[in-house]
């Protein structure tokens, strides 16, 4: 490594590391990172996702924290902060952080769709759409935006329109499995529809 005695060499390894799924090693060089920059709200703040995919709450929620103190008005920290929280079960928390960080950005795609994905799990079907429709207005060629509105369509048994955003997303990306796997299935749910709307149709 170059200079390893500066903060930002370390930084860029562990996010590399982190992007590899590599989260024990990419901890280790966000340590070195503020062990010789310790007041880097990002540094901070990368970190405390690391250690939370690695289920140490306590650990992210420290570097959050401090991440805070540093920068409070710091947009990812605020988003980051309330993904661990709802991963905590404190959802009450999670939402107020979420609040902050739509006052900070708004017509964030990445907010949209944690806040699409939260209403989801809830079943809060039509609100889960919005949050999804608002990240694909933020930023058109998120996959993922569009794989997940689909998803919410799927549950409201919307499978023609879901069909659609799944292509959409396979389009957008075509190394989107998740997006070919859910395509399948929405267009067997239409199958199977079809299908008992014919057999009603015939037996009446």
């Known amino acids: 490594m170059k200079s390893p005695d ?40 990368d970190l405390a996702v690391e250690l939370a995919a690695l289920d140490d709450l306590g650990g992210a929620m420290r570097h959050y924290e401090k991440a805070l103190a540093i920068a409070p008005e710091f947009f990812l920290v605020h988003l980051s902060m309330g993904k661990t929280l709802i991963q905590s079960g404190d959802r009450d928390a999670a939402m ?20 699409g994905l939260l209403a989801l799990s809830e079943r809060q079907l039509n609100k889960a759409a919005r949050h ?14 569009y794989n997940s509105l689909g998803a919410a369509f799927m549950r409201g048994n919307r499978f023609d329109k879901a069909a659609k955003l799944f292509f959409m997303a396979g389009k957008l ?9 859910n395509l399948r299935t929405a267009i067997r749910a239409m199958i199977d529809r079809n299908r008992r709307q014919f057999e009603l149709a015939a037996d009446s």
Request: proline letters at 6%.
């Open 173 to 181: 990306n075509p190394a989107n499995a998740h997006a070919k796997a």
């Open 96 to 115: 107020a952080h979420f609040e902050k960080a739509s006052g900070i950005e708004p017509d964030s795609a990445e907010l949209h769709k944690t806040l």
């Open 6 to 45: 500066k903060a930002r060499p370390h930084h860029n390894l562990a996010l590399a590391l982190a992007e590899k799924g590599q989260s024990a090693k990419a901890i280790e060089h966000y340590r070195r990172a503020i062990k010789v920059d310790p007041d880097k709200a990002t540094f901070h703040t």
């Open 132 to 145: 999804f429709a608002k990240a694909i207005k933020a930023n058109p060629d998120d996959d993922d935006a």
